[in-house]
C-alpha cells in the first residue's frame, strides 16, 4: 500500500470511529486504539506534506492562531420560524395549512427546537466546504474553522447518494454536562457565568481561539436540508438520508398524521424534553412534502408551512429588596439581587446573580423595582426584566459600586471583560477567606475539621491570614477560640497533618492560580512535575503545554513572580507538603476488568473522566458509551442523568461507585 492510500484509509475509518462516538454514541474501539489511528495519520501527514487536507480528521484539534471572521452572503437567508406559546394556535395553524393546501391530506414532521446557534454548512462533493452564522439572516460570519472542531459534524460524508452541491441547516448546542463544568470552571475563576447553554454556544462559536472551541464539547443536530437535488421528495426522507451521511440527526423527528397525533407530541414532549441532554425551548412542526412546501411557500419573515410551538419559561414577577455586592477569592465583584421571596418551579428564589454591571445597566434597574425570575432549566435563577409599571416616582437607578465593599480599595476593571476587580489580593478579608476555604475543600487539600465557619473564626482571631498559616495552627491557639475543644482542635491539626500526603497537582489547584482548575492543574504538573521546574518555567514554555493557553501560561508566571505568593508556596513545602508528581507506573496493566464493558456516567471526585477511562481499559476492560444489555457495571460518579440511572436499573445492570471501583482493581 502507497503512504497515499494508507492515508486515505486511515482518514475514512477515523472518521467512520469519530461518527460511532460522537454521532451513534457506539465506540467500536478504545480510546487508546482510535490515538494510534489518529497517531498514525499525523506521522504520515507530517511526512508527506503533499497530501495534507484541512479537512484530514488531524486539523480538528484547532489552533490557537486568531482568526477574524469574514462574512458572507448567505444563497438562501435564513429566515426564522413564526412562534406560538399555545396548543390553540398550532391547531389554528393546521387549519390554514390544509385551507392552503386545498383540503388536500398531508403529514406533518413534529421535532424539537433546539436551543443553541443556528449554523448553515455548505457541502461539496461530499466535504464540508463552508459553515456561516445566521448574523442578520443575509449574511452571517464564516466561521468554519470552529466548526470544524465539533467532532459530529461529518467533514467527509459517509455513505452514498448526497447531492454535489447542497446547504444542511442545524442548530450547534453546548450539551448541559459541557454547560455546567464550563460554568464551574468560569466560577472557579470569576469569569462571568454563561446566562445558559445557548449563549455558551453562540459565545464559543465567535470565539477567536479554536483550540478552545475544541476543548468546550459542542455538539449539533441538523433539520433542513436544501438544495436542487435532494435524495427524497419529503423532508423527513431527506433527513434520515442526511443521517446516513454522518450527520446528527434527533431520533424525535416523528412523522405526525393529524391534529391529535400534533397535539400528543405536544403533551409528551413537553414533560419529557427535561431529560434530554442539550436544552431545547419547544418545539417545531413542518408540512413533510416538499411540493406542499413550495406551494404553501414563505411569508417576508417565515415559511408558511412550519411553525414553532414555545415551551413556556417558568417565570415570577417580585420586589427587589436591595443589590449588595460581594467579594470572591479572585477579588471579582458581583452584584447579587436580594429579592422578596417568591416560589418558582418548586422552590423559594430570595437572590440572584446580576453578574456584572452591564446587565445592571441594560435591564435598567431601579431600586425597589418589580423583577422577572426566570428559571429555565439553568441552575442559577436570572433576572430577566423589569415590570416598569411598578417603578416609584423618584426611584433611583442601582449604581455600581466604585470601591471594594469589603476592604474599601478602589475597584479596577478586568481588562476586555464587564467585570470590576478589587485589586488589594493579600488585604481584602473575603478574598483571603476565599482562598483559605477553597485551600481546605474536599477536592483540594481536604482538611476535614475546617469548613467555613472556622476558617472565619481562625482568620476573626488573626490566627490565619493565609493559606500557609494553617500549618502554624497548635493544639492552644486553637483552644483558646469560642467553643473549640481539644477534640475539634485535634481533628483539625490530623488532617492538616494528612493533608501533607495530597498529591502534588491537588496542591497546584489549591494554591488558587487564577485559571488553573482541576483540570489545568493535571496538565501542567504532568508537564511540570515539581514545584520548582514550575516556578522556573517562562510563559512560552508553559504555554507550550498541551491545552494550556497564553492566558493560563501568564496566570501562572505572574503568580509566582509575586514574592508574597513564593514566600506560601516556600513555608507549605517546610510543612511538608507534596511538591513534586509521583511518577506513575504508566505500565502497570492487568486484566482484573478483561472481557468488561463499562459505561462511565456522572461526576468523579478522585480521578477525572479520562483517568477513569485509561484505567479501565489498562486493567483489560472496554469503556463504551452507552448502557446495553451488554454492559457489565456502570462506574457511577456524582448527578448521574436520571434517564441514564433508569436504564441501569431496568436492565438489571449494577452500578459501582468511585471508591468500590478503585477497590476492584487494587488501586
Ligand atoms: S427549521 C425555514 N427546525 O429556530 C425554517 N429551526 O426561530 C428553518 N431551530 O433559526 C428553521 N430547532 O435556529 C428549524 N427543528 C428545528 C429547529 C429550528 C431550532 C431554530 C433555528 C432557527 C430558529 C427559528
Not at 153 to 174: D, T, V
Not at 587 to 610: C, E, N, P, Y
Request: proline share 5%; with cysteine; aromatic share 8%.
Amino acid at each position: 500500500m502507497t503512504a497515499a492510500e494508507r492515508i486515505e484509509e486511515l482518514r475514512r475509518e477515523i472518521n467512520r470511529h469519530n461518527h460511532n462516538y460522537y454521532v451513534l454514541n457506539a465506540p467500536e474501539i478504545s480510546d487508546r486504539d482510535f490515538d494510534m489511528l489518529l497517531k498514525e495519520l499525523e506521522a504520515l501527514e507530517k511526512e508527506h506534506p503533499e497530501f495534507a487536507d484541512p479537512l484530514s480528521p488531524t486539523q480538528r484539534v484547532g489552533s490557537d492562531l486568531v482568526q477574524g471572521f469574514e462574512s458572507a452572503e448567505h444563497i438562501h437567508p435564513m429566515l426564522s420560524l413564526s412562534n406560538t406559546y399555545s396548543i390553540g394556535e398550532v391547531d389554528e395553524w393546521f387549519g390554514r395549512v390544509s385551507q392552503g393546501l386545498g383540503g388536500e391530506e398531508f403529514d406533518v414532521v413534529g421535532e424539537m427546537k433546539f436551543d443553541g446557534t443556528s449554523i448553515s454548512l455548505i457541502y461539496e462533493d461530499g466535504r464540508l466546504v463552508r459553515a456561516v452564522t445566521r448574523g442578520d439572516g443575509v449574511r452571517g460570519d464564516v466561521v468554519t474553522a470552529n466548526v470544524k472542531t465539533i467532532k459530529s459534524i461529518p467533514l467527509q460524508l459517509q455513505g452514498e447518494g448526497w447531492p454535489r452541491f447542497f446547504e444542511i441547516r442545524g442548530e450547534i448546542l453546548m450539551p448541559w454536562k459541557e454547560f455546567e463544568r464550563l460554568n464551574r470552571e468560569r466560577e472557579f475563576n470569576e469569569e462571568p457565568l454563561f446566562a445558559n447553554p445557548r449563549n455558551a454556544a453562540a459565545g464559543t462559536l465567535k470565539t477567536l481561539d479554536t483550540r478552545e472551541v475544541a476543548r468546550r464539547g459542542l455538539d449539533a443536530y441538523f433539520y433542513y436540508l436544501i438544495g436542487p437535488e435532494l435524495p427524497a421528495d419529503n423532508h423527513f426522507d431527506n433527513m434520515m438520508a442526511a443521517r446516513r451521511w454522518g450527520f446528527k440527526v434527533s431520533d424525535i423527528m416523528t412523522r405526525l398524521h393529524s391534529l391529535e397525533e400534533v397535539d400528543s407530541f405536544i403533551s409528551h414532549w413537553d414533560v419529557r424534553r427535561k431529560e434530554l441532554p442539550v436544552a431545547t425551548d419547544g418545539l417545531v412542526f413542518k408540512v413533510n412534502s416538499l411540493r406542499q412546501q413550495l406551494n404553501l411557500g414563505f411569508t417576508a419573515k417565515s415559511p408558511r408551512w412550519a411553525i414553532a410551538y414555545k415551551f413556556a419559561a417558568e417565570r415570577a414577577l417580585t420586589k427587589l429588596r436591595f443589590v449588595s455586592f460581594e467579594v470572591g477569592r479572585m477579588g471579582i465583584v458581583t452584584p447579587v439581587a436580594n429579592l422578596e421571596p417568591v416560589l418558582l418551579s418548586g422552590t423559594v428564589v430570595k437572590r440572584a446573580s446580576l453578574h456584572n454591571e452591564d446587565i445592571i445597566r441594560s435591564l435598567d434597574i431601579h431600586e425597589g423595582d418589580m423583577l422577572y425570575v426566570e428559571k429555565g432549566g439553568e441552575i442559577i435563577p436570572k433576572i430577566t426584566g423589569v415590570d416598569q409599571s411598578g417603578r416609584r416616582p423618584g426611584a433611583l437607578p442601582v449604581e455600581f459600586v466604585s470601591h471594594c465593599p469589603a476592604c474599601g480599595a478602589p475597584l479596577v476593571r478586568v481588562e476586555g471583560e464587564a467585570a470590576w476587580q478589587c485589586p488589594d489580593k493579600f488585604g481584602c478579608p473575603p478574598q483571603i477567606a476565599g482562598r483559605v476555604e477553597h485551600f481546605v475543600g474536599r477536592k483540594m487539600m481536604n482538611i476535614d475539621g475546617v469548613g467555613e465557619e472556622t476558617a472565619q473564626l481562625f482568620m476573626n482571631a488573626g490566627l490565619v491570614r493565609n493559606i500557609a498559616d494553617l500549618y502554624d495552627l497548635t493544639m492552644a491557639d486553637m483552644m483558646r477560640l469560642p467553643g473549640f475543644g481539644e477534640r475539634s482542635a485535634r481533628k483539625v491539626l490530623d488532617s492538616l497533618e494528612a493533608s501533607k500526603t495530597v498529591p502534588f497537582d491537588r496542591v497546584v489547584y489549591a494554591l488558587s492560580i487564577p485559571f488553573v482548575g482541576d483540570t489545568v492543574a493535571k496538565k501542567i504538573t504532568r508537564a511540570f512535575p515539581s514545584i520548582d521546574l514550575l516556578m522556573q518555567a517562562s510563559a512560552a514554555e508553559l504555554a507550550a503545554t498541551k491545552d494550556i493557553g497564553p492566558r493560563i501560561a501568564d496566570s501562572v508566571i505572574e503568580y509566582f513572580a509575586n514574592p508574597a505568593n513564593r514566600s506560601i508556596v516556600e513555608r507549605l513545602r517546610a510543612a511538608g507538603l507534596q511538591m513534586e508528581a509521583v511518577v506513575a507506573d504508566d505500565a502497570r496493566q492487568t486484566d482484573l476488568l478483561a472481557g468488561k464493558s463499562v459505561v462511565i456516567s456522572g461526576t468523579f471526585t478522585r480521578h477525572s473522566r479520562d483517568e477513569y477511562k485509561e484505567l479501565i481499559e489498562r486493567n483489560g476492560g472496554k469503556n463504551v458509551g452507552s448502557i446495553s444489555k451488554k454492559t457489565d457495571f456502570v462506574l457511577a460518579g456524582d448527578n448521574m442523568g436520571p434517564s441514564k440511572r433508569d436504564k441501569a436499573t431496568s436492565l438489571g445492570i449494577p452500578l459501582v461507585d468511585e471508591d468500590t471501583f478503585l477497590k476492584m482493581i487494587g488501586e
